[in-house]
């Protein structure tokens, strides 16, 4: 049967709006799968590509650094509030019409960097990429559950949650010269040919056709408004907190005190309604608050790989163009664990593979949390292959148990639980970079007092550091006095380089704490479950 005149029950989509899954051939079924594995990589691959190369892309546009970290923040705050949209746009208007129009602007604000480059229109393609994204990674599910037999489509679900994961190390691959030639012309090029590609590929082979049906009500745009508002403001917070500090930048307070009645008001709003938007009295029951916790402190601990062993080698003064070996074992144990995560996938396992994939992170921390100063890429690549295998045996379960909660109270909540679990994973991200990068720092700190305080200036070893760097400024400074005082300083530089090391160790052992406490909670969960089930038999 042809996709358009498909009717039977079990091609019919569980949702209106999603398309139906008709039978295939073997030939378009492999198109099918093709096309979802490339929407599902490049989904996140040209937002990682500023977010990995922060510095030089601060750089070409002549920023500051703490300025390029509103980019990331306009992205996620876009990504974790467009699905409130995107749900009941792809049901109101199709979702070729949707997706398209979001990929042709991407595309269109791409070209406007060549325009007019510069912080605002770098702003506004983050903020287009955020929404675009989120409705690729739907997009490439759907495709990837076309390809599969009925019986097995949740696969394609695990499938494509999971490789939207590999955009960032993928990201970490491409040299950063490409990308900021001549302006980050090369930047540019690869975010429209990404876009223009997945159309191209969306008009050779579309999906099956889907019911469309009226569902947005105007009070429906008043939340949409309050919520992205809200949310831009609250990640600028998370984001800039830790690299202007909390207390020491006014802004900071002033933006968080604006997002907390903003996102209030939406609550309310939505609260009173008798078909509400996001249904939150379904988020705040038990089950659910279990699960976003769960979600959001996996997601924090993952922060581990992005922000901290990236941060650790950075601060040996190595760049993405030294960690391209590291990042390529990355991939594949992502790859790993998503076949793993779908290999293994039934109902009953899927807490146990979010259990399992907490001790495989938690682990992978544990791991580095023996790095030194001398600690390179081939040092990492066992536990950074661990944290990448956890993180996609992760989300995959993660998000179907989700699923299946949000199913056993009806599709009406499919934005709720949509949107939860973006937030979780997106916002739950920047948290996560926040919070590390935070504990980091006031370590550093202690740490630096601690070393300072143990260095004695009548200690033979500090004056023959102090006088070995003076040695090696020698062919620089004639005056004595002057190299003796850059010495000193030399040997400062060293002390704080340690106690930074010293920090991110304690951060790795704080991560896998993290991990193992989430798994434990997650077996007592599944132990009580299981209590529960025993006693409803006898009864």
Known sequence: MSPAGASKDEERPLFVGSPFSPAHTGRRRIAYFAIGTFLGITSTFGNALTTVNTGPIAGELGIYAAQAAALPAIYVAMNASANLTLVKARTQFGIPQVTIFLLALYALAGAFQFLVPGFASAAILRGVSGMEAAAIVTLGIYYLMQALPQKIKPLGAVIGIGLPQIGSPLARLVPVDVLTANGLWGLHVIEIAIALASIALLLLLPLPRSDRAKTFAPLDFATIALVVAGMLLLCQVINHGRVLWWVDTPWLGYALAASIPLLAMAYLIETGRKNPLVHFEWLGTLGILRFIAVAMVIRLALAEQTYGAVGLLTLGGLNNDQLRMLFGAVILAMLLGIAVAALTLSERRLPWQVLAASLIIAAGAWLDSDANSLTRPAQLIWSQALIGFGTTLFVGPAMLYGFLRMMQRGGD????????????????????????????????????????????????????????GAASLAGALVDPAQRGTQGAGLLGQTVAREAAVIAYTDTFRLVAILAVITAVYIFINIRMAARRRRGEQIQ
């Open 413 to 468: 909540h499919l934005v709720s639980f949509v949107v939860a679990f973006s937030i979780t994973q997106n916002v739950g991200g920047l948290i996560g970079s926040a919070f590390l990068g935070t504990m980091q720092t006031i370590w550093a700190r202690e740490a630096v007092g601690v070393l300072s305080g143990e260095i004695v200036a009548g200690d033979p070893q500090a004056a023959a550091r102090i006088a070995g």
